[in-house]
């Protein structure tokens, strides 16, 4: 039996300063009369808050409670971007992972929130779940990106597609684009790169499939961009390689010998030597 999964990226203009939940509502009621197929629908990070640490909640608020309806009522999957959330007195950027039942079946924190402009704690925990006769799915977001380890470690542990919600409004979303395309080549993964526009980003999501082929990339404006995946072509790539050549996982799991970089203190490599501390910058929005 084929593992079909059907996507919805929603690449939504975001107020910044404003909870953007009703309005993530509304998209979420179009996506369901305009495409009833699609099992899963995935937001840009900090859409419903805007960028705005100020409206940091707990884990249970209003908002939470009626994306859990609505997927229950839809029976669907959904990620709503991510929020900030509180958390004692720490505050964290965090997405989940909501189910057709309207439970919460997974939450992520951020690794790494992109320091010194972002002014939130960081996570400990990677993450994946599981969607029923699908497949598995990894969820990382924004910055994490660019850290190949994070990518490296949710495929590791079964992840045949990562979503990565972002809010990328500056200069480096170019190369966003072409770690994108990376990190799905390398792990041979789908991976699925959800941008704001307005104060949430400017725009240019992009789909990637596990060959490192851009399936779809949006340009600066609102769009639902849909796309049914393929899960038994990740078996393939991996099994017989990448355009028929190479068999990544095969080749690292063959291999005896260490990587250095991850033995011993990350600090003590040569790369840290001539490094400062990280430079201020003026903190704008969240």
């Given amino acids: 039996m084929a593992r079909y999964l059907g996507i919805a990226g929603v690449q939504m203009e975001v107020v910044a300063g404003e909870d953007n939940s009703e309005r993530m509502i509304t ?3 179009a ?15 900090l859409c ?20 859990c309806e609505w997927a229950k009522r839809e029976k669907k999957w959904l990620i709503p971007g991510s929020f900030y959330e509180k958390n ?46 699908k497949g598995r799915c990894g969820l990382c977001i924004c910055y994490d990106q660019w850290f190949p380890e994070v990518a490296r470690s949710l495929t ?9 919600p972002t809010a990328t409004y500056t200069s480096d979303r170019s190369l966003e684009l072409v770690l994108a395309q990376a990190n799905a080549g390398v792990n041979q993964v789908y991976f699925l790169n959800v941008n704001g526009v307005g104060g949430g980003g400017i725009g240019q999501s992009i789909f990637v499939d596990p060959e490192g082929r851009v399936l779809q990339m949006s340009g600066d404006r609102e769009i639902i961009m849909t796309e049914i995946i393929d899960l038994d072509v990740v078996y393939r790539v991996r099994e017989y390689g990448t355009l028929g050549l190479s ?26 030597r001539s490094l400062g501390p990280r430079k201020l910058h003026r903190i704008i929005g969240g």
Wanted: with cysteine; hydrophobic share 40%; charged share 25%.
């Fill in 156 to 164: 590791w542990m079964g992840a045949e597609v990562i979503f990565c």
């Fill in 88 to 133: 004692g007195d720490k505050i964290h950027n965090t997405a989940l992972v909501i189910g057709p039942d309207g439970d919460i079946k997974a939450r992520y924190r951020k690794l790494f929130p992109w320091a010194p402009l972002e002014r939130s704690d960081p996570g400990e925990e990677f993450c994946v779940f599981d969607i029923p006769d």
């Fill in 27 to 29: 998209k979420l009621n």
């Fill in 247 to 272: 068999q990544l996982w095969k080749d690292l799991g063959s291999f005896t010998g260490k990587f250095p970089v991850y033995e011993g203190d990350m600090r003590g490599g040569g790369v840290f």
């Fill in 31 to 45: 996506v369901c009369v305009r495409f009833p197929w699609v099992d899963i629908v995935v937001f840009s990070e």
């Fill in 48 to 67: 419903p808050c805007g960028l705005n640490r100020d409206l940091a909640q707990p884990l249970g608020n209003s908002s939470i409670d009626r994306f």
